[in-house]
């Protein structure tokens, strides 16, 4: 019997809204969440860089208990989106369903706020490190939290795979499920890295946007990082059905692969190929029924490569899709950008509402789809696809259903 | 030798999350609501803040069976080399 896999949760943390409900007004209204900030460290180094950082949550963090306010803030933006998740999914975690329920929660770097200022501490002012400074640093310090705090004894580990991350997460959770491995499962990412050592190390690679996240305008210069997480409880569908659960739509396909070519420059071949891996199994009639939200980084061969993958993809019908970059409204979350941006997908399938690309100021011949440019678009869309493509050239894309 | 302890007393109330009254020798570890992360934080810091050393194995506990603050902060004066 095949066993299909839905979402019945959704639970985020973003720069541009901390809860779905402030994240989906956030992303309708066009507004970016990107400014500019200084970052500093021992008093003596500094930058200044245009960056989405998650603000006014100090609170609900001391509300996550002490056990998480002595984790490094990665871990702790993740089990604030958990939380949000597993509230709207209705599941309680018993003794039965917690040995059922796989956690599988990445991040593209992990504690590294934590590692800089052990090492700030430790050359600048001459101070041992923390003694919890593993604990916080390791990458599986969120689904060790999360399968500690629920009592999750299913499959639980962290996926790693740069700005892939979280769609690698939630891509193999599926298939976890789908294995008859698990039948519940949280998938997402999580990261935090604004922090003076890594935008030091992210400024010396040249990629950084000057003043914003631009995807497929002319005028594109750069990425901009931000923070966050997006988490997503996964079930199996008759599970779901059984305990009468409001589904959210359906996981339709999952396509990974790797370009095998560069650590920078993305693949056209790679994109389109893990595109088409997850529409394999798919019956699409109506491709103005698609949205895509895409990579779009921003940076100068990101969003000509993308959209030529995208291209060769649909064909002709390509001009009828929806696309869509909200990176350019909450930045560029690393690891956690495939959690909240399949969250921006699902909710955009189930509002019918596309969500824009905002700062779209000037049209680029090679970046010649329809990308909703500024201002959300009413649609109805019936598959909605979540694209990530990581430095390292790893891809990963998921294509979401209505049920 | 009291201002010792008084400074013990004061680096285990940072980490005491759960404590509501006053923290003496006769307060139960169990009402700190402190787990085994507060236990290497409050060595790091004793360690720390008042230039000791406490020669400890996270994974021989010998706090394990303690019952009161006082019991703690008798163990920590017999581990430390001061």
């Known amino acids: 019997m095949t066993r299909n896999v839905v979402v019945t949760g959704l639970g985020v943390v973003a720069p541009n809204g901390a809860s779905i409900q402030d994240f989906w007004s956030g992303l309708t209204s066009g507004k970016s969440a990107i400014l500019k900030r200084e970052y500093s460290a021992a008093d003596k180094y500094s930058l200044t860089v245009p960056v989405a950082p998650v603000d006014g949550v100090e609170d609900r963090i001391k509300g996550l208990g002490v056990q998480l306010m002595r984790a490094d803030r990665f871990s702790q933006l993740a089990v604030m989106a958990a939380e949000e998740a597993i509230e709207q999914s209705g599941l309680e975690f018993g003794e039965a369903l917690g040995a059922r329920t796989a956690c599988i929660i990445g991040t593209g770097i992990g504690g590294q706020i934590t590692f800089d200022e052990g090492y700030v501490n430790m050359l600048c002012r001459e101070r041992r490190p923390h003694p919890l400074t593993i604990l916080k640093v390791i990458p599986n310090a969120p689904a060790s939290q999360l399968s500690i705090r629920h009592g999750l004894r299913g499959p639980a580990f962290a996926v790693s795979s740069a700005c892939a991350t979280g769609a690698h997460a939630i891509g193999v959770c599926s298939d976890l499920i789908k294995s008859g491995a698990a039948d519940v499962g949280l998938a997402g990412a999580s990261e935090a890295i604004l922090c003076y050592g890594a935008l030091e190390s992210w400024r010396a690679m040249h990629i950084l946007a000057d003043e914003t996240c631009r995807p497929f305008s002319k005028n594109r210069n750069g990425l901009v990082i931000g923070e966050g997480a997006g988490v997503l409880v996964l079930e199996e569908e008759s599970h779901a059905k059984a305990r009468g659960a409001d589904i959210l739509c359906r996981i339709a396909g999952f396509g990974m692969n790797a370009d095998g070519k560069d650590m920078i420059n993305p693949a056209v071949e790679g994109a389109s190929g893990a595109m088409s891996l997850a529409l394999e199994k798919m019956k699409i009639d109506d491709r103005s029924r698609v949205y895509v939200n895409a990579h779009g980084t921003g940076t100068l061969l990101n969003d000509p490569t993308e959209t030529k993958a995208i291209r060769s993809v649909f064909g002709a019908d390509a001009d009828k899709l929806a696309v869509s970059s909200t990176k350019s409204m909450h930045g560029h979350l690393l690891g956690a950008a495939g959690g909240v941006e399949c969250i921006a997908s699902i909710l955009a399938l189930k509002n019918g509402v596309v969500p824009p690309t905002a700062n779209y100021d000037e049209p680029d011949p090679e970046c010649d789809l329809n990308y909703t440019p500024n201002n959300a678009e009413e649609r109805d869309i019936s598959v909605a696809l979540s694209n990530s493509f990581a430095f390292g050239g790893l891809n990963a894309v998921i294509a979401f259903e209505k049920v | ?82």
């Open chain 2, 1 to 82: 030798m009291a201002d010792f302890e008084a400074s013990l007393l004061e680096i285990i109330k940072e980490h005491a999350v759960g404590l509501t009254g006053e923290l003496t020798r006769d307060t139960q570890i169990a009402d700190l609501g402190i787990d085994s992360f507060s236990v290497v934080e409050i060595i790091y810091e004793v360690e720390e803040k008042l230039g000791v050393e406490v020669p400890f194995n996270a994974n021989e506990n010998p706090f394990g069976d303690m019952a009161s603050v006082g019991d703690l902060i008798d163990a920590l004066n017999k581990l430390i080399k001061k």
